[in-house]
């Protein structure tokens, strides 16, 4: 549907629907096809709105990458969720629905599940293999890989950092591509608005190393002196709603830090209280999620995700 008989790049819209205001909801699609015959890679963004560094690390992707060094086919839709993008949120602001907890969608069922049908509908199928790219979002920063039903080429993304858990997330777009036999990566990169351009260099290199990996670019894929595998991951969320005050760095993410570090504290902006105190769950503590300047939080947020180093 999507690649082209001729190589070359090109751009179209995937409709959706017809939104209240007449507007009309749709993808955007952009195809990059090789002058050789390969296998076609579907490359993700913007699921949640409030990611905004795999939005450009797709654009980089498209505007650098030579069809006449490409074997296949590159099929990216940099923004599955424009009216989350529109809002800079996490969820569809006309239903309150988390896109990637609802795939493979109801073509019947609410705004968000309809956005979902047609990416299992019509793109899915015309792809191999999936790129699925996140980020910390507004607030929090992130870095590490998922290990999916392809090791190797979650390494090969080339991040430090990588997580096999030991099941799929229910509802992913993941999770349903790699059900119909499509081999997946999801990466988590920056957020925050802080430290972007070492998280967009290395973020579009993954996606240029993953190309090399499969053999539709040539080269080898460009790897981190060591590269660290956890099994066990802690999502670690204040009990207490305030101002959250950072006790980690943008520097310390990546680093191993001991059981009861201070990760931050949950302060009264009212009556300057400490309301809690968030520490370190495990004796050695892989960083893979932090916030790193003073931000609001709500009891429940994201806060912080370390994963057990001893399960290496």
């Not at 305030?242 to 009556?271: C, F, K, Q």
């Not at 495990?282 to 001893?310: C, E």
């Amino acid at each position: 549907m999507f690649r082209s008989d001729t190589p070359g790049k090109t751009f179209e819209w995937l409709p959706v629907t017809t939104l209240a205001n007449g507007t009309e909801l749709r993808f955007p699609v952009h195809t990059v096809t090789g002058t050789q015959p390969g296998p076609t890679l579907g490359v993700t963004a913007g699921i949640h709105g409030d990611e905004n560094l795999p939005l450009e690390a797709v654009r980089r992707l498209v505007q650098q990458l030579d069809p006449n060094q490409l074997s296949g086919a590159v099929v990216a839709i940099p923004v599955v969720n424009p009216l989350a993008i529109e809002s800079q949120t996490r969820h569809t602001p006309t239903d309150m629905q988390n896109l990637n907890r609802v795939f493979p969608g109801d073509a019947d069922g609410w705004l968000t599940e309809q956005l979902a049908a047609v990416v299992c509908e019509k793109f899915l199928p015309e792809i191999d293999f999936l790129v699925d790219l996140h980020a910390g979002g507004a607030q929090p920063i992130v870095d590490y890989v998922y290990i999916q039903n392809n090791e190797g080429l979650s390494r090969a993304y080339g991040f430090p950092a990588l997580f096999r858990p030991a099941h799929p997330y229910v509802g992913t777009l993941t999770d349903v591509a790699q059900a119909r036999g499509i081999e997946c990566v999801v990466v988590e990169m920056g957020g925050g608005m802080i430290a972007n351009d070492i998280y967009l260099e290395r973020g579009t290199r993954g996606l240029f190393n993953v190309l090399k990996y499969l053999k539709m670019l040539p080269g080898e894929p460009e790897m981190p002196a060591k590269q660290t595998v956890v099994t066990e991951m802690s999502v670690i969320r204040p009990h207490c709603g305030g101002l959250l005050y950072p006790g980690l760095t943008v520097e310390d993410v990546g680093a191993i830090v001991p059981r009861d570090t201070l990760l931050g504290a949950v302060i009264s902006p009212y009556t300057f209280e400490v309301l809690e105190e968030i520490r370190a769950p495990f004796a050695r503590n892989l960083v893979i999620l932090i916030r790193p300047t003073i931000t609001k939080v709500h009891p429940g947020d994201y806060a912080y995700m370390m994963g057990n180093a001893d399960s290496e």
